[in-house]
């Protein structure tokens, strides 16, 4: 998935790849199903993307995101 800047995604799930110890960590940082983020920078060349959420401010590496289903908002 493409990520953009000053967008908005919805969290639908998390891949079945997800290590369960990786998933604990996005639920105690507020990243669970049915909550929302947006993306405030996308660093180049495949670097880290920046999110923020109501709880934490977070960068996530791009393999990393890819194990969260999500939906864009607009």
């Known amino acids: 998935m493409k990520f953009l800047a000053n967008r908005y995604y919805t969290i639908k799930g998390f891949s079945p790849a997800i290590s369960p110890g990786f998933r604990q ?3 105690l940082q507020g990243l669970c199903p049915g909550s929302r ?3 405030k920078a996308v660093a180049p ?3 880290p993307v920046k999110i923020e959420n109501g ?3 977070l960068a996530l590496r ?3 995101l890819s194990l ?3 939906d864009c908002l607009n």
Do not use: H, M, P
Request: no cysteine; hydrophobic share 45%.
């Open 25 to 27: 960590k996005l639920l």
């Open 37 to 39: 983020f947006q993306v």
């Open 45 to 47: 060349f495949g670097g």
């Open 55 to 57: 709880y934490a401010s």
């Open 62 to 64: 791009r393999k990393d």
């Open 68 to 70: 969260i289903q999500l």
